[in-house]
Structure formats: C-alpha cells, structure tokens
C-alpha cells in the first residue's frame, strides 16, 4: 500500500509561479523515481518532469528551463515549482511514483491529481 498526496495547485496568473508538491506515504521499500505527469481535456497524460533518487532529471521540452524538480528522499516528497507559467501549461498534474514495495516487487503509483489553470 503506497499513498501518494498532491498539494499545491490552483489558480494563477500567466507569468506568475507556483509550487506543487508530492508526499509518498505507505509501507514500501524504496522509490527509485519520482514524477510530475499532466493531462488538459482532449490531450493525453504527458510527461513534465522526472528525477530519481540519484537526482538524474528529465523534463518535457515545453517546460525546460522554467520547470524545476527536486526531491527529498528523506521525506519521500517530490516538488515542481513552475516559473513563467503560461496558459497551455494548465492541466491536472499527477504524481508519480516508481515503488520497490518490496525488494522483488517494482511498480508505479499515481496520485490522485490536482489542479493548476493559469490565466488572468
């Protein structure tokens, strides 16, 4: 059983920025890599960014530079703070989780998604 809690979206102005964060709880062995995925009405779920407990990321193209992800292994908590936010980057945003639940067991998990809408 691996939970994963969303905080952070909302309403924000284009330009303006934001930070999501993302807290895996539950009983588990390890996560190896942690995600942001997002999904606008009509497109399909996207990658945003990724990074795993090494610290080795991976951003979409669209976000490079004004998307940022860290991770706190110690709190099992991954962040994205988003700069200069446009309009097309509003979207549910979905945690992601790539769980060892065991030492022998590998699988991801989902958040349930929060809100981000930018627009003035």
């Known amino acids: 059983q691996v939970q994963l809690v969303e905080s952070g979206g909302g309403l924000v102005q284009p330009g303006g920025s934001l930070r999501l964060s993302c807290a895996a709880s539950?009983?588990?062995?390890?996560?190896?890599?942690m995600g942001w995925y997002r999904q606008a009405p009509g497109n399909q779920r996207e990658l945003v960014a990724a990074?795993?407990?090494?610290?080795?990321?991976n951003y979409a193209d669209s976000v490079k530079g004004r998307f940022t992800i860290s991770r706190d292994n110690a709190k099992n908590t991954v962040y994205l703070q988003m700069s200069s936010l446009k309009a097309e980057d509003t979207a549910v945003y979905y945690c992601?989780?790539?769980?060892?639940?065991?030492?022998?067991?590998?699988?991801?998990?989902w958040g349930q998604g929060t809100q981000l809408t930018v627009s003035s």
């Open positions: 992601n989780a790539d769980v060892l639940t065991t030492v022998y067991d590998r699988r991801d998990y």
């Open positions: 539950g009983s588990f062995f390890s996560i190896y890599a």
């Open positions: 990074i795993t407990s090494g610290g080795t990321t």
